[in-house]
């Protein structure tokens, strides 16, 4: 399969945006940035910083989930600390990771490391973004989503929620572990829907 099937169109999209620089602004972060991709697509998103996060409650709920998927009890490591939450799960070889960023321009970031990950691993079709439907942003056709074959982790947007999954389970296939992760990321962005 080409690339560019597996990418569609809005990472390709991205790739030409990255003329225009991966970083931030140049001013300590002060300036407001959208996407460039975002507004090819006729989408704006103001990415100011939330209170969102996943809680000490929402990694329980999280921890419930994996272990039903894994079939093992795991130990909960909860950070549940805004701008940048985590919920860190772990049992019997199992390691699961769930991140949450919300500070100031999260979704830039998410579009940057998208285009990194093109930049720097094409052709290498284990270290591209493959979409994952049904996870990411809905205002912006179901496209921010990526799942990372060979690091066997999910990148997902939702407004200005930025979500990391990284999911390491003896003996499961990269299909079963991308299923897990976006049931994870479902999840934890319902979760994290409420500020505070």
């Given at each position: 399969?080409?690339?560019?099937?597996?990418?569609?169109?809005?990472?390709?999209?991205?790739v030409a945006a990255a003329a225009a620089g991966c970083g931030g602004s140049g001013n300590g972060g002060?300036?407001?940035?959208?996407?460039?991709?975002?507004?090819?697509?006729?989408?704006?998103?103001?990415?100011?910083?939330?209170?969102?996060?996943?809680?000490?409650?929402?990694?329980?709920?999280?921890?419930?989930?994996?272990?039903?998927?894994?079939?093992?009890?795991?130990r909960r490591a909860p950070e549940p600390s805004p701008p940048l939450s985590r919920c860190h799960l772990?049992?019997?070889?199992?390691?699961?990771?769930?991140?949450?960023?919300?500070?100031?321009?999260?979704?830039?970031?998410?579009?940057?490391?998208?285009?990194?990950?093109?930049?720097?691993?094409?052709?290498?079709?284990?270290?591209?973004?493959?979409?994952?439907?049904?996870?990411?942003?809905?205002?912006?056709?179901?496209?921010?989503?990526?799942?990372?074959?060979?690091?066997?982790?999910?990148?997902?947007?939702?407004?200005?929620?930025?979500?990391?999954?990284?999911?390491?389970?003896?003996?499961?296939?990269?299909?079963?572990?991308?299923?897990?992760?976006?049931?994870?990321?479902?999840?934890?962005?319902?979760?994290?829907?409420?500020?505070?």
């Amino acid at each position: 399969m080409r690339a560019g099937a597996l990418l569609g169109l809005p990472t390709l999209a991205l790739v030409a945006a990255a003329a225009a620089g991966c970083g931030g602004s140049g001013n300590g972060g002060e300036t407001r940035t959208t996407g460039t991709a975002d507004r090819s697509f006729g989408v704006h998103f103001d990415q100011p910083a939330s209170r969102s996060r996943l809680s000490r409650g929402d990694c329980s709920r999280l921890a419930r989930l994996a272990e039903r998927q894994v079939g093992r009890s795991l130990r909960r490591a909860p950070e549940p600390s805004p701008p940048l939450s985590r919920c860190h799960l772990s049992g019997g070889g199992v390691q699961v990771s769930v991140y949450l960023d919300a500070a100031y321009a999260a979704r830039q970031r998410y579009d940057n490391r998208m285009v990194e990950q093109v930049q720097f691993n094409a052709p290498d079709q284990a270290r591209l973004p493959h979409h994952v439907a049904g996870v990411g942003d809905p205002s912006a056709g179901d496209h921010y989503a990526s799942w990372i074959p060979a690091y066997r982790t999910l990148f997902a947007v939702r407004g200005n929620r930025f979500l990391t999954v990284a999911y390491s389970s003896p003996g499961r296939s990269r299909r079963a572990a991308e299923a897990a992760e976006a049931a994870l990321a479902r999840r934890a962005f319902r979760l994290s829907a409420r500020e505070g």
